[in-house]
């Protein structure tokens, strides 16, 4: 089972006793941030829970998987997610 965003914004709603509409607020404000943040090059990281960071990638060949047929991959960006150590002990269990 998955938690989407509704869900999401249920559950924040309701543990931080929030409104809906409210708990949506800050929802969409994490991912305004994220994205900025990102956008400009710059790590979010929220100590214990998670870390997220823009990651170059270099260009490189592929294969088509139809075809067989090499392509080139130009250079780009990525992300990349860390859990942190409150993540990693929630698994744990």
């Known amino acids: ?6 869900d ?5 709603a309701e543990k931080a006793e929030l409104t809906k509409a409210d708990a949506e607020k800050a929802v ?18 929220v100590t214990g829970l998670l870390s997220v960071e ?3 990638r270099a260009a ?7 075809t067989g047929e090499e ?8 992300v990349k997610v860390s859990a942190g150590s409150v993540l990693k002990k929630a698994v744990q269990k």
Do not use: C, Y
């Not at 089972?1 to 509704?6: D, E, G």
């Not at 999401?8 to 924040?12: G, K, P």
């Not at 404000?29 to 790590?43: H, I, P, R, T, Y």
């Not at 490189?60 to 139809?66: A, E, F, I, K, L």
């Open 1 to 6: 089972m998955a938690l989407n965003k509704s």
């Open 8 to 12: 999401l914004v249920s559950a924040i």
């Open 28 to 45: 969409n404000a994490l991912q305004d941030v994220l994205v900025e943040s990102l956008g400009k090059g710059e790590a979010v990281k």
């Open 54 to 56: 823009r990651v170059e």
């Open 60 to 66: 490189r060949t592929g294969r088509n998987p139809r």
């Open 71 to 78: 392509i080139a991959i130009p250079a780009g960006f990525g």
